[in-house]
């Protein structure tokens, strides 16, 4: 499902689509990539309720998923996802960041919430993922 376009999105019992979505991430980071972007992303429905769905198993599962498959995490500056209680548990099992922001229309803005959330949490140069570039 497509859950950034709001046609698109049909719902039924919200927490079964919760595990749907949660099921699709553990799911797509089997596939060749390095970054995981606008990370934990939800539908307009329910994104006001972001901290009530992104429960701790929910969260753990996806970080497990990144962890086993060596996924780095992007925190993304325009939907301010993932929120501060992901970032954290993805730094305490040692996941890498980068900073994004889904540049659709070129407002890019300044990082706000990447340098918050960096801050916040406590991530270093250490913690930031340094692409392996092959000549």
Known sequence: TRLW???EVFIEDE????????EKIV??????MDV????NFLPD???DRY????????????????KDTDKVLEINHRYRIPNQAFIQKAKDAGLKF????????GDFGKMEYCIEMKKACGITAADMYKPNIQE
Do not use: C, S
């Not at 927490?15 to 949660?22: F, G, K, N, R, T």
């Not at 995981?36 to 990370?39: D, I, L, R, S, T």
């Not at 994004?100 to 229309?105: K, L």
């Open 5 to 7: 376009i709001p046609e």
């Open 98 to 105: 980068t900073f994004g922001t889904n540049n659709a229309d």
């Open 15 to 22: 927490e079964q689509y919760m595990d749907l979505i949660v």
């Open 27 to 32: 799911v797509v980071m089997q596939e060749p």
């Open 51 to 66: 901290d009530a769905f992104w429960t701790d198993e929910r969260m753990d599962r996806v970080i497990t998923a990144l």
């Open 36 to 39: 995981y972007v606008n990370p």
């Open 45 to 47: 429905v329910m994104n």
